[in-house]
């Protein structure tokens, strides 16, 4: 009878007030800890967002969300435009020359090749003005390739020579590339004109060496070597 009417018992406005207390306290606490997190999650530009979730069966749980603001990430799309818009413009002009560079040698070969005797051809392959061309955009193109990798590409060895594996690191670049094929169009187209004097002068053919020094510049050499052999031998 004592233990029921004891459990019957309503409670007291006291123990009420005492459990009222005990929740506030609870609360204020988690609120203060909350408040301490929030200050100290704070990295560079970038802050975290906290978020509080509360459930009767795992009770109060802190979830944390990186908070990316709209600056960081157009900061990023500007930067990755502008190296996209680089390479662009860099592989324009690589082969912008490149078309430019083969295009400017042909009519000399055409000339040596169809009219090797005719006035106008020796006045063009005595002239030295597409090499000075040629050679100014070489260097232009040797400027805009070069990088500070590019010596320690140039001699890898410990004895401070090429090697293969560094030379094709160097030609991983448009261009580097296409600075190296204007440096072989002026070597070649300079074998031909040595060549073609050096017909004219003896009397020897040459449309044949010509041709092949500009597309393989030392067969083309040899074959000048051999038709001057072949024919002072008769």
């Known amino acids: 009878m004592a233990l029921s009417s004891c459990i019957s018992q309503p409670l007291s406005s006291s123990s009420l007030s005492m459990m009222n207390r005990n929740i506030s306290a609870k609360s204020s606490i988690t609120s203060l800890s909350l408040s301490n997190v929030k200050s100290k ?6 802050s975290i967002r906290l978020q509080n979730r509360w459930s009767f069966i795992g009770g109060s749980k802190i979830a944390l969300f990186p908070n990316v603001s709209s600056n960081s990430s157009s900061l990023v799309q500007k930067k990755s435009s502008g190296v996209r818009a680089s390479w662009i413009a860099t ?24 009219a090797p005797k005719a006035e ?7 002239s030295s003005i597409p090499y000075i061309v040629l050679g100014v955009l070489y260097a232009y193109l040797l400027y805009l390739s070069w990088t500070p990798d590019t010596l320690k590409y140039m001699f890898s060895s410990k004895y401070m020579l090429p090697e293969l594996s560094g030379i094709a690191k160097m030609f991983s670049s ?8 204007i440096h072989l169009l002026v070597i070649d187209l300079f074998a031909a004109r040595q060549v073609f004097n050096d017909g004219l002068e003896n009397k020897i053919e040459t449309r044949h060496s010509v041709s092949l020094c500009l597309l393989f510049c030392p067969v083309g050499i040899v074959s000048h070597f051999v038709t001057k052999a072949l024919t002072n031998s008769k």
């Open 41 to 46: 999650l704070c990295v560079g530009s970038s």
């Open 91 to 114: 592989s324009q002009i690589a082969s912008s020359v490149f078309a430019v560079g083969t295009t400017a040698v042909l009519p000399f070969y055409t000339l040596m090749v169809v």
């Open 120 to 126: 106008i051809t020796k006045k063009c392959m005595e």
């Open 174 to 181: 448009e261009m580097t590339l296409a600075s190296a094929w």
